[in-house]
């Protein structure tokens, strides 16, 4: 048995599904933030013509368009590519109410694998309320890279290269005061170690090779 073929969308549906990519305009009018490929900007132009004049016959159309929006994470400091799929055609336009979901699917970022961009993927809220998917992406984002930070090395512990252990012995270390410069000082300079005052006194300093 032949599978029924998809029909194009009806024309107040694919109003609202224009509006949603107006309104993805709107939100993101930079480059920078919004990725429209040529091929989807002629047929939302095709489409516009059509909404305009129903009567016509509908254009040869795909079964959705893409693009991708880019949103800052972490304070801006990162982002995460969004590619958004929109659909164009339906099974049953005679009984369609309302538009089609919109699907999402994420471009892996350097500091996300594979598998944990599918499943953010896979939790992200279905539906045609964009503003929430959007939310929930950057939401769920954040809270990744900020854990991941959280696990790894702090940068400057990770600049510091090979840890270099120094000794100095002094003919006499007996103030407190310097003993106590030593101590307070070193923290200052990523320094650590121990000194023994004495005759003689003996300090010894660890810290890492630039």
């Known amino acids: 048995m032949a599978c029924k073929e998809s029909s194009v969308l009806p024309v107040d549906i694919m109003e609202a ?3 949603t990519i107006d309104l993805l305009m709107a939100m ?16 939302v132009e095709r489409l516009r013509d059509w909404c305009e ?17 880019c949103l800052p994470i972490a304070d801006g400091d990162r982002t995460i ?29 350097e500091w996300m694998s594979r598998a944990e961009v599918a499943r953010l993927t896979a939790s992200i809220p279905q539906g045609d309320d964009a ?13 990744f890279f900020e854990n991941k930070q959280s696990q790894t090395v702090a940068p400057e512990d990770a600049d510091r290269g090979p840890t270099v252990r120094v000794w100095f012995y002094f003919p006499s270390l007996s103030t407190r005061k ?20 004495g005759k003689p006194g003996v300090l010894c300093l660890e810290g890492g090779f630039a």
């Open 17 to 19: 599904q224009l509006s």
């Open 28 to 43: 993101f009018p930079s480059p920078d933030e919004l990725e429209i490929p040529e091929s989807t900007t002629q047929c």
């Open 53 to 69: 004049n129903p009567t016509s016959t509908p254009p040869k159309i795909p079964s959705s368009i893409s693009l991708t929006v």
């Open 81 to 109: 590519q969004v590619n958004i799929s929109v659909p164009l055609h339906c099974d049953n336009p005679e009984t369609l109410e309302q538009s089609p979901s919109l699907g999402y699917s994420l471009r892996q970022p």
């Open 131 to 143: 503003l929430e998917a959007f939310e929930y992406i950057q939401a769920e984002a954040s809270r």
């Open 178 to 197: 310097k003993r106590d410069d030593m101590v307070n000082l070193a923290p200052g300079y990523a320094l650590t170690g121990f000194v023994l005052a």
